[in-house]
Structures are given as structure tokens and as C-alpha cells.
């Protein structure tokens, strides 16, 4: 069983910039997708970014697509998000999460959704505010 946690969260001027982690232990990251959402009150929950761990696939929401960057480093079994310019929009609690991917195939509508991801983390709260 994968067990996620997450940190880097915090308080940051609109336009600035954080990096989020996403620490993975139990297993391998090996054949995974590991997935970004955010969960802001009163809004829906919204798959911002992922990653498969073995093809090296990417997904971005249009909302953050250009200014978020996610990235993994499987020796250290850690995933990341550079999130950078910022907006009051952005403030959220933000949680990894993982797929695992029993055999080859597309998964981008799992990482906008969050379907059938599971070891979700405990979020981090990220605040953007003046």
C-alpha cells in the first residue's frame, strides 16, 4: 500500500511562487500516475496535475496549464509541483494521490476527475492572498 504526504504549502503574495511535495512510501512509484487536486470552499474539487511515473505522461488543468510544473524524482520517491505566478484563485487545500496502473492505457479524464485514485494525502493548504 502507497502512503502519500504532502507539504510545501503556505501563505504567498499573488505572483508568487511555491513548491509543493508529494512524499511516497510503502512501494515503488513504479507503474503509477500521481495526481495533483485542490479543494477550495464552496468550489469543486479539481484535478490540477499528473504524472505517470513510468511513461512520463503529463495532464495539467487549462486553469494552471503554463504557470504549474510537476515533476517526479523516483529515487527519492517524491513528486513535486513548482506552482509559480500565483492567484488569489489558486488558494486551496491541495492533496496527492495515486492510480495505480494495472496495465497500459489512457488515464488523463482519471487525473482531471480524481476517479478511482486512492492513498490520498492529509493536503496542504496553500493561501494567496495580498
Known amino acids: 500500500q502507497l502512503q502519500l504526504v504532502e507539504s510545501g504549502g503556505g501563505l504567498v503574495q499573488p505572483g508568487g511562487s511555491l513548491r509543493l511535495a508529494c512524499a511516497a512510501s510503502?512501494?515503488?512509484?513504479?507503474?503509477?500516475?500521481i495526481g495533483w487536486f485542490r479543494q477550495a470552499p464552496g468550489k469543486k474539487h479539481e484535478g490540477v496535475s499528473c504524472?505517470?511515473?513510468?511513461?512520463?505522461?503529463?495532464y495539467y488543468s487549462d486553469s494552471v496549464k503554463g504557470r504549474f510544473t510537476i515533476s517526479q524524482d523516483k529515487n527519492k520517491k517524491m513528486v513535486y509541483l513548482q506552482m509559480n505566478s500565483l492567484k488569489p484563485e489558486d488558494t486551496a487545500v491541495y492533496y496527492c494521490?495515486?492510480?495505480?496502473?494495472?496495465?497500459?492505457?489512457?488515464?488523463?479524464?482519471?487525473?482531471?476527475?480524481?476517479?478511482?485514485?486512492?492513498?490520498w494525502g492529509q493536503g496542504t493548504q496553500v493561501t494567496v492572498s495580498s
Open positions: 510503502g512501494r515503488t512509484l513504479d507503474y503509477y500516475a
Open positions: 494521490a495515486a492510480l495505480f496502473l494495472v496495465s497500459p492505457r489512457s488515464y488523463g479524464s482519471n487525473c482531471a476527475s480524481g476517479a478511482d485514485f486512492t492513498s
Open positions: 504524472i505517470g511515473t513510468s511513461d512520463g505522461y503529463t
